[in-house]
Antibody, heavy 121, light 108 residues
Framework: QLQLQESGPGLMKPSETLSLICTVS??????????WGWIRQPPGKGLEWIGS???????YYSESLKSRVTISVDTSKNHFSLRLSSLTAADTAVYYC?????????????WGQGTLVIVSS | EFVLTQSPGTLSLSPGARATLSCRAG???????LAWYQQKPGQAPRLLIH???RRATGIPDRFSGTGSGTDFTLTISRLEPEDFAVYYC?????????FGQGTKVEIK
């Protein structure tokens, strides 16, 4: 059964660059049937899509974050990554990675457990 | 920018009641590209409904989705104790994914 696991630092300082990795296990990231995405959720608030990547490296970003976001895929390691620069307190959130199923109108059908990132000086 | 507006913000109902959640889009949703998720405290969201009306694997048939164009509905026919949670709608358009702000279903 496919599983996703986020990893990365839990505490960052303002102006720093966040780097998170989502490791895919139980299946291959190199499938034409899926995108892979990052989503975040500030404490007590709703879900925000950050961006998505296809296994050949095509990327898609939220308009509101695209100037600060880079998403990449490493098929040799079966993982994909998120970089978010110029952090502020507003970037404090639980960050989720998810699989997006192209076979049924692109829902996010498998999610990681999420990782809390706090931005504080 | 694609906007999804969910209503009501909070729904207070008793177990066994019927829940009707609304998701309205600011523009027409491409046919099929509407999904619903359930999220419980401290957990990741879980896909309930995709393609407007198709239940995800393992989702009980008390959950159903309907709608087209700009108006979509998630119905829970009889609330079970485990159904009290926050529900989000989500659409896909032009390589962008958008979520609604959520509806909390709480115990009355």
């Amino acid at each position: 059964q496919l599983q996703l696991q986020e990893s990365g630092p839990g505490l960052m300082k303002p102006s720093e660059t966040l780097s998170l990795i989502c490791t895919v296990s139980g299946g291959s990231i190199s499938s034409s049937d899926f995108y892979w995405g990052w989503i975040r959720q500030p404490p007590g608030k709703g879900l925000e899509w950050i961006g998505s990547v296809y296994y050949i490296g095509d990327t898609y970003y939220s308009e509101s974050l695209k100037s600060r976001v880079t998403i990449s895929v490493d098929t040799s390691k079966n993982h994909f990554s998120l970089r978010l620069s110029s952090l502020t307190a507003a970037d404090t959130a639980v960050y989720y990675c998810a699989r997006i199923n192209r076979g049924c109108y692109d829902p996010l059908d498998i999610w990681g457990q999420g990782t809390l990132v706090i931005v504080s000086s | 920018e694609f906007v999804l507006t969910q209503s009501p913000g909070t729904l207070s109902l008793s177990p066994g009641a019927r829940a009707t959640l609304s998701c309205r889009a600011g523009q027409t949703v491409n046919a099929g590209y509407l999904a619903w998720y359930q999220q419980k405290p401290g957990q990741a969201p879980r896909l309930l409904i995709h393609s407007v009306s198709r239940r995800a694997t393992g989702i009980p048939d008390r959950f159903s989705g309907t709608g087209s164009g700009t108006d979509f509905t998630l119905t829970i026919s009889r609330l079970e104790p485990e159904d009290f949670a926050v529900y989000y709608c989500q659409q896909y358009d032009n390589s962008r994914w958008t979520f609604g702000q959520g509806t909390k279903v709480e115990i009355k």
